[in-house]
C-alpha cells in the first residue's frame, strides 16, 4: 500500500514537474519586415493569426520578438544577429532582404528560417531549388510571386483599345526590377508593348507618370514600395490621360486606380503561418518546398466604379462578372459567394 | 551577450574600414566628400557580381573592389580640381552618377551571396578551429593591417605633403607640391577604402543592394568625431586608432539601442536621429571642456 | 638671378580697370638684396605675387637665371623660391609638428615614400633650431598652433633656410611681431641672407630697415618704381633725406613717416 502511494505521488510530482516544465518554456518566433507597409503588416497578422488558431496561444505557448529594419539594409543584418543572440526557435522573414539577412545569420544553423513575400526565391538564391528542398538546408518559405501575363491579359480584357502599357517602376527595388523585365517579355505575345519608366525614388513618381500621359493606352504599376508610396500621382496622372489603370495589389483599388488585382496579404500570412506550423510539429526546411501563393488561392480582382467614372470608361460585363469585389460610392463591396 | 558584442566589433571593424576612409577625405583633406554613399555601394557591387557572376576569387574581387572605388574618388577630385566645382557638390554628382553605374555593375538592384564563396566563408573553412571568433580574428588582423600601412603612408613624403594639403594649402603650394594632385589622390585613397569596407559588407551581410551605401557618410563621420573627441592626439598613429575606436563604439552603440530599446519604444529608423544626436554631443563635449578649462583652442 | 621685363597686371574692378603693375622692369643679380618700399597700393605685394608665381602678369615677362617662368604655375617655381609674409600663421602647417613642418619645407623636388622623418633628420632639425635660443628644439613633436605668433614666424624663416631656395622673397615679414620678436626675426634673417648670399627682395614699411639692410631699394608708387637706390649713395643716405624725395613725388605718407619716428 505504501509502495503505491510512493508511486502515486512521485508520477504526481513527476506530472506536475512536466506540466510546470512544458508551460514554462513558450517558443520564440523572430518575426522582420524590411519596411513598415499595409501589405507586410498584414502577412505579419496573417501568420500569427494561424499560429494563435492552430492552438500557439501568444505569451503563454509563443513568444513573438518583432522587429522592423526601416528601410535600413545594414540593420536588417544587425537584426538577424539580434534573434540569433536571444536563442530563437524560428524565423519568419517578411521580404527580400530581410530574408537574406536571416538566410545569412543563420547559415549552416539549425534554426529554421521561414521567408514570406517573396516574389523569386530561387532567383534571388535564397534556395537552391524551389521544388525538391533538399539542398535547401534551413530554408523555406512563401512566395507571392504572380504571374505577370495574367495582369496584361486582364489589361487587354478591358478594352481592345490597349496595346501600349505605361509601367512606372524603380529599379532599385529586387522584385519590381524583375517583374517588370517578366511583363516585357511576355507582353509581345499578347500583341501588347511596354513603355517603361523609371523613378528611383518617390519624389520622381510623379515626373514619370506625366511622362507617360498621351504615349500610352493604359497605366500598370506592379509590387513596387517606391511607387506604392507615391501613388495618388499616379491615379492622378491616369486621370489626366483619360486611361485604365491597374494596380497589383487588390487593397489598392480604394487608392483609385481603376482595376486592382492582387493576392490577400493577410492570406499570404496565414499561409506563411501553414509552413511554421509544419516546421514547429518536427518537419525540416529541407523536407518543405517551396509554397507558392498562386497554387494556393488565386488572386482577387477589385473594379473601381468610382474611378471608371471619372474617366468615362466602362466596363465589358464579362470583367465585372469574374470581380471579386467592387469599388462603389467609396467604400469596398465584396461580391458574396454564390450558393453552389 | 558575448555573442552580440563580438557581432558588434565584426561590424565595427568592417564599417571601420569605411570610416577610415571619410577620415582621410574629411580630417585630412578638410574634404566633405559624398560620393561615399555611391562607392560603398561600387564596393559592394563588384566584390558581388565578380564573385557571383565571373566565379572570381574573394580576395581578387576584393581587390579590385577598391581598385574601382578609387577611380569613384578620382572622379570627384576632377570634378572640383579641374572643372572647379565645390567638394560638396562634386561629391554629391559622384554618388549620384554612380546609383546609375552600380546598377549597371549589378545588373539587378540585388545580388545575394547566400551560396556563393564569400571571404567569410573560406575563412571560417580556413581558421575552423578558432570556431566563430574566425571571421572576428581575420577582420581585426586586416584592419589592424590596414591601420599600420596608413600609419606609414603619412609619414612618409607624399603622406605628410596629403596631410600639409589640408592643413595649409597656400604654404604647400609654396613648398612645391601640386595641391590638385594631391587631392586626387587623397580621395581616391578615401574612396578605395570605402569601396574595399563595401565588399567586405557584402560578403559579411550575404548581399548586396544598390541602396546600401545611403548613410555611409553619416555613420563614417559619426565614428571619425565619436573617436576623435575621446582621443584628442594629433599623432597619425593614434588618430587612426581613434577613428577605429570610434566606429566600434557605434556599432556597439547600435546592438544596444536594438536589444533593449524597445523599452523606450526605439525604433530602427530612430537610429540615423540617435547618430546624429552622438555627434553633436560628440562635437560640443570638447568645446564645452576647452571652454571650462580656458584651453587655446586648436584650429 | 631674376629678371623682370615690362610687366603689367591690370585687374578688372567692376567697369573699370585697375593698374597694379604699370610696367615694371628690374633686374636684381645673385647675391642682391633689394628692398622696396612704398605707400598701400603701390603694387609691392602683387610685384612679389607676379614673381611666385601666384599671377600671371598681364603682359611681360619674368626670367629667373634666365628661364621664361612668367606662366609657370606657383608649385613649380617654388623649388626655387622661398617666400616669408606678415601673418606669422600662415608660414606653417598648424596640426602638424615642428619636425613635421620642417621636414615638408626641406623637400621641395618630387615626393617619394620614403619616410619623412627619420632619427638623423630629427637631429639635423635640432641643430637649426639650437641657434635661434627659443627653445623650439625641445618642443620637435608639439604641434605648430601651440607656438606663439613670434616662434611661428621664427619656424617659417627656418623652414626658408632648409628649401636653400634660389630667390628669398619677404613681405613685411616682422610687421605683425611686437618689437621684441620682431627685432629678434629680422636678425635672424639677415644672418641667413648674409651667410647664404641669397639673393633676397624684401618689402617694408620701415624706413630705417629699407635704408640699413640690402645693397639696392627700390621705391614704388602707383605701380612704378619710382625711385632707385645703389650702393653707396644708399648708404648714405639719411631717413629724413628719403622723406624729402617722398614729398618731393607729392607722394608723403602718415604712415611711412610714423614708421620713421625716433
Not at chain 1, 514570406?116 to 512563401?142: F, W
Not at chain 2, 609654396?174 to 587631392?183: E, H, I, R, S, Y
Not at chain 2, 551605401?213 to 565614428?223: D, R, S
Request: hydrophobic content about 50%.
Amino acid at each position: 500500500m505504501k509502495r503505491l502511494v510512493r508511486s502515486v505521488v512521485v508520477g504526481l510530482v513527476v506530472l506536475g514537474l512536466g506540466a510546470a516544465l512544458a508551460g514554462a518554456a513558450p517558443i520564440k518566433i523572430g518575426i522582420c519586415k524590411i519596411v513598415e507597409h499595409p501589405a507586410l503588416d498584414a502577412v505579419e497578422r496573417g501568420a500569427i493569426d494561424a499560429l494563435t488558431a492552430a492552438g500557439y496561444a501568444e505569451g503563454k505557448d509563443v513568444e513573438y520578438l518583432k522587429a522592423s529594419a526601416q528601410g535600413d539594409y545594414n540593420v536588417a543584418v544587425s537584426i538577424a544577429q539580434n534573434f540569433q543572440a536571444q536563442h530563437v526557435d524560428l524565423v519568419l522573414a517578411i521580404a527580400t532582404p530581410t530574408a537574406l539577412a536571416a538566410a545569412q545569420v543563420f547559415k549552416g544553423t539549425s534554426t529554421p528560417v521561414v521567408f514570406a513575400a517573396i516574389t523569386a526565391p530561387e532567383e534571388y538564391g535564397l534556395v537552391v531549388d524551389a521544388k525538391d528542398p533538399s539542398r535547401n538546408e534551413n530554408i523555406t518559405g512563401v512566395s507571392d510571386r504572380i504571374d505577370v501575363s495574367l495582369d496584361l491579359k486582364l489589361l487587354k480584357d478591358l478594352s481592345p483599345s490597349i496595346k501600349r502599357i505605361g509601367l512606372v517602376y524603380n529599379p532599385g527595388e529586387v522584385n519590381s526590377d524583375l517583374l517588370t523585365r517578366l511583363a516585357e517579355q511576355s507582353a509581345p505575345s499578347l500583341g501588347l508593348t511596354i513603355v517603361k519608366v523609371a523613378a528611383d525614388t518617390s519624389a520622381n513618381v510623379p515626373i514619370a507618370a506625366q511622362s507617360l500621359i498621351g504615349r500610352v493606352d493604359a497605366f500598370f504599376v506592379t509590387t513596387d514600395n517606391t511607387v506604392v508610396s507615391a501613388i495618388d500621382s499616379v491615379v492622378a496622372a491616369a486621370n489626366e490621360a483619360k486611361v485604365p489603370f491597374l494596380m497589383a495589389d487588390y487593397t489598392s483599388v480604394r487608392f483609385g486606380p481603376t482595376v486592382a488585382r492582387g493576392f490577400d496579404y493577410y492570406e499570404h500570412g496565414q499561409i506563411a503561418g501553414s509552413v511554421i506550423l509544419e516546421v514547429l510539429s518536427g518537419k525540416k526546411p529541407s523536407q518543405i518546398p517551396v509554397v507558392y501563393h498562386a497554387t494556393v488561392a488565386r488572386e482577387k480582382v477589385y473594379v473601381n466604379l468610382d474611378a471608371a467614372a471619372r474617366i468615362a470608361f466602362v466596363f465589358p460585363q464579362a470583367v465585372i462578372d469574374q470581380a471579386d469585389g467592387l469599388y462603389f460610392a467609396g467604400a469596398m463591396w465584396d461580391r458574396k459567394p454564390t450558393a453552389k | 551577450m558575448v555573442a552580440l558584442l563580438m557581432h558588434a566589433a565584426e561590424q565595427g571593424l568592417v564599417y571601420g574600414i569605411a570610416a577610415l576612409g571619410v577620415f582621410i577625405s574629411y580630417r585630412i583633406l578638410r574634404f566633405p566628400d559624398l560620393t561615399v554613399d555611391g562607392s560603398f555601394v561600387t564596393g559592394a557591387a563588384i566584390a558581388s557580381s565578380l564573385v557571383v557572376l565571373q566565379g572570381l576569387d574573394p580576395v581578387v574581387a576584393l581587390a579590385v573592389a577598391f581598385a574601382v572605388g578609387s577611380l569613384a574618388g578620382v572622379l570627384t577630385g576632377l570634378l572640383n580640381t579641374r572643372l572647379g566645382i565645390t567638394d560638396l557638390l562634386a561629391g554629391v554628382l559622384s554618388m549620384i552618377m554612380l546609383y546609375s553605374i552600380n546598377l549597371r555593375i549589378m545588373g539587378r538592384p540585388n545580388i545575394s551571396l547566400l551560396r556563393a564563396e564569400t571571404i567569410t566563408r573560406s575563412i571560417a573553412a580556413l581558421f575552423a578551429p578558432l570556431g566563430s571568433a574566425a571571421v572576428l580574428v581575420f577582420l581585426a588582423g586586416i584592419v589592424l593591417f590596414i591601420k599600420l600601412v596608413l600609419d606609414f603612408f603619412f609619414k612618409t613624403e607624399v603622406g605628410l605633403a596629403l596631410r600639409a594639403t589640408g592643413d595649409n594649402e597656400a604654404m604647400i603650394t609654396a613648398q612645391g607640391v601640386n595641391t590638385k594632385t594631391m587631392k586626387v589622390a587623397g580621395l581616391a585613397l578615401s574612396n578605395g577604402l570605402v569601396a574595399l569596407s563595401g565588399g567586405l559588407v557584402a560578403h559579411y551581410s550575404g548581399f548586396a543592394d544598390v541602396g546600401m551605401g545611403i548613410g555611409t557618410i553619416v555613420t563614417g563621420l559619426a565614428a571619425v568625431i565619436l573617436g576623435g573627441s575621446l582621443i584628442r592626439s594629433r599623432r597619425v598613429g593614434w588618430m587612426t586608432a581613434s577613428v577605429l575606436l570610434g566606429s566600434l563604439i557605434y556599432r556597439i552603440a547600435v546592438m544596444f539601442a536594438l536589444r533593449y530599446g524597445y523599452v523606450i519604444g526605439f525604433q530602427a529608423s530612430d537610429l540615423k536621429l540617435v547618430t546624429s544626436l552622438l555627434v553633436i554631443v560628440a562635437l560640443v563635449v570638447p568645446a564645452l571642456r576647452d571652454r571650462l578649462l580656458r584651453r587655446p583652442k586648436p584650429c | 638671378m631674376l629678371t623682370l621685363e615690362r610687366v603689367r597686371q591690370v585687374f578688372p574692378s567692376g567697369q573699370d580697370l585697375v593698374v597694379a603693375l604699370a610696367g615694371i622692369d628690374l633686374v636684381l643679380d645673385r647675391g642682391d638684396f633689394l628692398t622696396v618700399i612704398g605707400s598701400n597700393g603701390a603694387g609691392k605685394t602683387t610685384l612679389l605675387h607676379v614673381i611666385a608665381g601666384n599671377l600671371i602678369p598681364t603682359s611681360g615677362r619674368v626670367l629667373i637665371d634666365g628661364e621664361d617662368v612668367t606662366a609657370t604655375p606657383a608649385h613649380r617655381r617654388a623649388r626655387r623660391i622661398g617666400r616669408i609674409v606678415q601673418d606669422p600663421l600662415s608660414g606653417t602647417a598648424p596640426t602638424m609638428t615642428i619636425a613635421e613642418n620642417l621636414a615638408l619645407a626641406s623637400k621641395r623636388s618630387k615626393r617619394s615614400l620614403a619616410v619623412a622623418l627619420t632619427r638623423r633628420r630629427r637631429r639635423e632639425f635640432a641643430e637649426v633650431l639650437r641657434p635661434l635660443g627659443m627653445g623650439l628644439e625641445r618642443r620637435l613633436d608639439d604641434p605648430a598652433f601651440l607656438l606663439s605668433g613670434g616662434e611661428r614666424q621664427a619656424l617659417t624663416v627656418t623652414m626658408a633656410t632648409l628649401a636653400r631656395p634660389d630667390i628669398l622673397l619677404l613681405d613685411e615679414h616682422t610687421a605683425a611681431l611686437d618689437p621684441a620678436n620682431a627685432r629678434r626675426i629680422a636678425e635672424l634673417t639677415e644672418a641667413f641672407v648674409e651667410r647664404t648670399g641669397l639673393t633676397t627682395l624684401m618689402v617694408t614699411h620701415n624706413m630705417e630697415q629699407a635704408i640699413a639692410l640690402g645693397n639696392r631699394l627700390v621705391m614704388m608708387h602707383k605701380g612704378e618704381i619710382v625711385l632707385e637706390l645703389g650702393g653707396e649713395r644708399k648708404r648714405s643716405t639719411k631717413v629724413p633725406e628719403l622723406v624729402s624725395l617722398f614729398s618731393h613725388r607729392h607722394i608723403a605718407d602718415d604712415e611711412l613717416l610714423l614708421e620713421t619716428a625716433p
